[in-house]
């Protein structure tokens, strides 16, 4: 490859403790000759560089930044060489060169206190110890801001206590010069450490799948079973899942049936029965059940691999909020040096204050300008945007809830009007049988059927003939016989076939059974008006009546419909209370259908009889009557509406194309939308600690500020507020993580 080629690279950059580190590298890279774009970003640690220069200059650059840096297509990102933050800080300080200096420097600078500002003797002592602790913890320090003002051209927070501790050596404060380079040493530390466990989260999601399968030979062809890397895997290819196991894999179950507990994926927490046929997700866990399962998806295609690619790309997203308060550092940093300077030089020479510290202990206006410089520090403001996003966005992702990108974490939290398609997202989206009838017989509703001998018949007659069918009313009815346990009621029909106008027959224990529209009955097989009556009202309400007869007498009536989800209305109660003004329900069906559903389900408002483009109108007209709009569909056939809305919510992501996760600002795994309300009320929760942790860190540092002007404040009381301020800020951030769906 020549030198002159464009290129785009990627690499993964470690030992970042804050923001301002990866704003340092990337403004470094970004100079560089040959580097037409570059980004990095710090939750992820993946730096992207597109343009001419050369791996080993980029890597000699960041390298002397005093960072590690991996090339992601050398070293991709695995289980086994994702780095591990350790449990607890003190094992996280001793696993690096730099903090177990820093670790030697704070056992060195306690003596030194001591001595100094405790016991008040040995002065000599206590200076040796502090400029030693100074020394060990102010060196990576020290070095990162002098290499940021020689590649970045910029003046970062390392540069001002850097400054803030070269000054106060000069003022003749030693042990308060180590004092604030070991606390803010302490503070970068548990900023980074608090980042890692933060991170920690795409590691897991990348353990959730297992790195091994059990390959199965080819039905008649030679070979043995084997344990193979999932990546040797390829679409068409057996392997085997024993009970208890993790699936490692996509796949369609060929042979077996189990409980297949989806949780990692999906964030349902019951079971779900697998049969045959049915689909699998690498990363559940089987059940009882031995399964052999052919391969649908390679291993970088497959549901889990997805995910983590989209949790990345949604944490690389900056949201509104985060992109304000890096910019506000950018100008920030370099205007508190002014600020210190004009405070360590305006009192002096225009009023006559005392430039240097007085034998009486009042603080010269010199020591004010450097502890100005600590006060400032925006360690705690930087910070506090970052580990709330990446936190929220990654327990979502945990319950089965993949947010693209913070942006729309930010953007749900803002929305007050929630547009719903009504089939196969409030309702099965599957024709189900809700009622069957006879003349002998009136009882309509589900419960009564259940327990009529001759209701039971005349569904297990139909069951016979539809056997033989495709068509989803005839797996409505096989279903619904099968749950009334009729299936050896009658044997499979024979010498079936399609009728004229609507309808199947078949030969069943050598009677005639026939299953029609009601319109072919009326022309064909007589049946008793209130029959017909009954009938006609289904219609009207948007339901299915098939007619079933037999040796051309009517037997009775099977209403199909497509049900109401069992917890639809319960979400729709859950998303008035977190502040939904509005729930629209928008579908296709008739008026009459659609009132009657949206009656069921407490929507605010229905719109019927709309065709795709309709959707579209309709949820432009909600934005320009009431601002943001979210939209909930099913990812393809409402494409259109989830576009157009201000955030898009897909659901049912683990069991369509990979386009339905891909396309939605939000997708919810499951095919349910139990998880909404967490969504949104998880995306509530970030957006409040987001702006407490930011008022929280200016706030500190507005009072820090006054009492370093009225001569109260020391450099060390200011990092150590500052420190106290970024640990809680992180954590508070962190709380996220265990931030739980209601039961």
């Keep these: 490859m020549s030198a002159t080629t464009e290129t785009a690279i990627e690499f993964k950059v470690q030992g970042m403790d804050c923001a301002n580190c990866a704003k340092s590298i990337e403004t470094a890279v970004s100079r560089m000759d040959g580097v037409q774009q570059c980004s990095l970003n710090f939750t992820t ?124 050596l000069i003022i003749g404060a030693t042990v308060e010069a180590g004092m604030v380079m070991v606390l803010f040493a302490l503070s970068e530390a548990l900023e980074g450490y ?77 079971l779900v029965e697998k049969e045959p046929g049915d689909d699998l997700f690498a990363g559940s866990v089987n059940g009882h059940g031995a399964l052999e399962v052919e391969v649908t998806h390679l291993a970088a295609d497959n549901t889990i691999s997805r995910m983590i690619r989209l949790v990345e790309e949604a944490q690389e997203k ?118 069957v009838r006879t003349p002998a017989c009136e009882t309509s509703t589900d419960s009564g059927w259940a327990v009529c001998d001759d209701c039971q018949d005349v569904l297990a007659l139909a069951a016979a003939v539809e056997s033989r069918s495709e068509h989803p009313l005839a797996h409505a009815v096989i279903r619904a016989n099968h ?69 051309d007498h009517y037997k009775g009536t099977i209403t199909v419909a497509d049900t109401v989800r069992e917890n639809s209305s319960d979400v729709i109660e859950q998303l008035k209370a977190l502040g939904m003004d509005k729930i629209v329900m928008l579908t296709g069906d008739s008026r009459t259908t659609a009132e009657k559903v949206s009656v069921q389900l407490g929507v605010t408002d229905v719109r019927f009889e709309l065709l ?9 007209d909600l934005q320009a009557q009431n601002g943001a709009v979210a939209m909930v569909g099913d990812g393809i056939n409402d494409a259109p509406a989830l576009a157009t809305a201000d955030v898009g919510i897909a659901v049912g992501g683990a069991g369509k194309p990979s386009q339905a996760m891909e396309t939605a600002d939000i997708t919810l795994m499951n095919d349910d939308i139990g998880r909404l309300p967490f969504a949104v009320s998880l995306s509530q929760a970030a957006m409040r600690t987001i702006y407490f942790n930011v008022a929280f860190s200016i706030g500190i540092k507005i009072i820090f500020l006054l009492l370093v002007l009225a001569g109260i404040g020391t450099m060390w009381m200011a990092v150590l507020a500052d420190m106290g301020a970024s640990l809680l800020v992180t954590l508070n951030g962190m709380r996220l993580l265990n931030k739980k769906p209601a039961s």
């Design 612 to 620: 795709p483009q309709d959707k579209v109108a309709v949820i432009e």
């Design 194 to 270: 608090t980042a890692g466990r933060a991170r920690q989260s795409i590691k897991r999601l990348m353990q959730i799948a297992p790195a091994t399968a059990t390959r199965l030979p080819q039905s008649g062809g030679e070979g043995y079973m084997a344990e193979v890397p999932v990546q040797e895997l390829a679409v068409g290819d057996l392997i085997l899942i024993r009970p208890g196991e993790r699936i490692p894999m996509d796949g369609r179950i060929l042979s077996g049936s189990s409980a297949v507990d989806q949780s990692p994926i999906t964030g349902e927490s019951r």
């Design 45 to 168: 640690e993946t730096l992207r560089i597109t343009g001419t220069a050369g791996k080993s200059a980029i890597t000699a650059v960041v390298t002397d930044m005093g960072y590690t840096l991996i090339d992601a297509q050398i070293e991709p990102l695995t289980p086994e060489t994702a780095v591990t933050v350790p449990q607890n800080f003190l094992a996280y300080m001793w696993d690096q060169r730099e903090t177990r200096l820093l670790l030697a420097a704070a056992v060195l600078l306690i003596p030194s206190v001591l001595l100094n500002e405790i016991m008040h003797f040995d002065q000599r002592w206590a200076n040796i110890l502090a400029v030693t602790a100074l020394f060990l913890s102010g060196w990576p320090i020290a070095r990162s801001g002098w290499n940021s003002l020689r590649y970045s051209r910029e003046i970062n927070i390392n540069v001002l206590m850097t400054i803030a501790s070269i000054g106060a």
């Design 318 to 435: 900056r949201a509104p909020a985060q992109r304000f308060v890096d910019q506000f550092a950018h100008y920030y940093t370099p205007a508190v040096v002014g600020l210190a300077l004009m405070v360590a030089t305006i009192p002096p020479i225009f009023f006559g204050l005392p430039f240097w510290n007085t034998p009486d202990g009042t603080f010269g206006w010199f020591y004010r300008g450097l502890a100005l410089l600590v006060v400032a520090c925006p360690c705690a403001l930087v910070i506090s945007t970052p580990v709330s996003l990446i936190s929220a966005i990654s327990n979502a992702a945990k319950n089965g809830i993949l947010f693209k990108g913070g942006v729309f974490l930010e953007q749900l939290s803002r929305v007050h009007v929630m547009a719903f398609d009504k089939t196969g997202t409030l309702t099965e989206g599957k024709p189900s049988v809700i009622a």
């Design 483 to 551: 749950h009334r346990g009729c299936c050896d009621r009658y044997p499979a029909a024979k010498n079936v076939s399609a009728l004229t106008g609507r309808g199947i027959t078949g030969i069943v224990d050598n009677h005639q059974v026939i299953i029609g529209s009601h319109r072919w009955f009326d022309a064909n097989i007589a049946h008793p008006p209130e029959q017909c009556d009954l009938a006609m009202l289904d219609e009207a309400q948007g339901y299915t009546p098939l007619m079933v007869g037999m040796d």
